[in-house]
């Protein structure tokens, strides 16, 4: 693969691995866009946020490439691949990182969780634009198509206008027929958490061990700006994402308490 | 241990594992407030982000306890080991949850890849007040000791005015001997993210693999109001933390675009 000056350059990646079904749909829509290189895992990172592989090395495989795409499997993490392409493999800064689609929704506190979108926040400490795409369904088969205008729509917006450094966009699309979405809505994270977590059992010796399982619940269902709210209302939601976690209100008020 | 209904009840976790000085400097302080059980991983968990163990079972055992003390160590991530402790383990919401002392600085763009720090934000997302305490060296023989009073502090203070739902705190302590220590800072996070970050070596195959490394680069180093100029300059950084990321300010920008 050439890249020449005019190209845009498009990293790919996602943390449902090499093999999901959201990650060539998205890397089949980005190639209309320009020079596209995906890097993602062999197996599933799914729920591995931001995290860093430090107390092992790092492997990577270019697995194939023509003239205008690429595609390496990586041992690493989601954000170790964001890191690897860009310090290693590109050559040059890309012009836009794309994560997903990810087979589940990113809304509300699962961008905390979500490989997906730690992905878009490393693109983003880079200073460059990012987003994660996300459709609300974990069905391996699930159906893609009703994703593709709104990624169209989307990326073809952040090319031609970069986000502000230290910010992404955190898209989720409900998992409905194309003509059922009712459109775009730019929302903030919803506030909620997930709820009786682990599923306790014995293994064949009588010991006991933990699967981490439970549902998502929503604590203020009646928002209608938040990301929940658009999902489950039939719209994709769009929340810029920040990676400055400070509370910034709350500053003022902690400094009278020292 | 018996919980009795006036106790106060402190959960303790960290990333670098059971062994860690940190903890054990953590868990001597906190014995002071109150009833404590601590939650650690058997292996270090640095670098792990707030991820989930999701493709195998965690395991958890208790290895000790007294009338006022219990500890278990856990195969899974700081953020499992927080749900399971909460959901499984402690029979009743704890008063506050506590993790670190971390060997190193979670200042800056480090609060997003701290498995420290995710368990400080679990606690949020669970509407209890956490704290994560990290001290600016990596040595593992590191000097706790300047750390001490501060944590007190910090931690009496939460312990009468609990925090804000989905805020938590963020404290960075420079490696300085106890009197050099000017004090604490309230502070924002700074820009800044990490550089330079592979080592490429050969294997005795002949095959490429990396080792994550590189160095930090603050983006705004003349900022007084920051975590790492406060680090930097002597002082113990506090930053609130909150577990929305959403960049607010932009929202009314990015609605005009779709």
Chains 1, 2 share one sequence.
């Not at 929940?228 to 709350?250: C, I, K, R």
Request: net charge negative.
């Amino acid at each position: 693969m050439i890249i020449e000056e005019n190209d845009k350059l498009i990293l790919i990646t996602n943390d449902d691995g090499l093999y999901a079904a959201g990650l060539k749909t998205l890397t089949g829509i980005m190639k209309e866009f320009g020079k596209v290189v995906v890097i993602s895992a062999t197996e599933s990172m799914s729920g591995m946020s931001q995290a860093l592989t430090v107390k092992e090395p790092i492997r990577v495989k270019l697995l194939d490439e023509d003239d205008s795409y690429r595609i390496y499997a990586c041992s690493g993490t989601p954000t170790d691949g964001v890191k690897l392409a860009i310090n290693q493999l590109l050559g040059r800064v890309p012009d836009l990182i794309v994560s997903g689609i990810n087979h589940g929704s990113n809304a509300s506190a699962s961008v905390l969780y979500s490989g997906t979108m730690a992905a878009a926040l490393e693109g983003c400490l880079y200073g460059i634009t990012s987003v994660g795409f996300s459709l609300n369904s974990y069905s391996p088969a699930a159906d893609f198509s009703a994703c593709e205008d709104y990624i169209r729509k989307v990326c073809r917006m952040l090319l031609f206008e970069p986000l502000p450094k230290g910010i992404c966009l955190n898209v989720n699309i409900p998992a409905l027929p194309p003509g059922e979405i009712k459109g775009i809505r730019v929302a903030r994270q919803a506030k909620g958490n997930w709820q009786e977590e682990f599923e306790k059992r014995k293994d064949p010796m009588g010991k006991t061990y933990y699967w981490l399982t439970g549902y998502f619940k929503n604590h203020e269902p009646e928002a209608e700006d938040t990301d929940e709210w658009a999902l489950q209302n039939g719209f994709v939601s769009v929340v810029p994402v920040t990676t400055d976690m400070t509370a910034h209100g709350y500053i003022d008020t902690l400094k009278t308490k020292f």
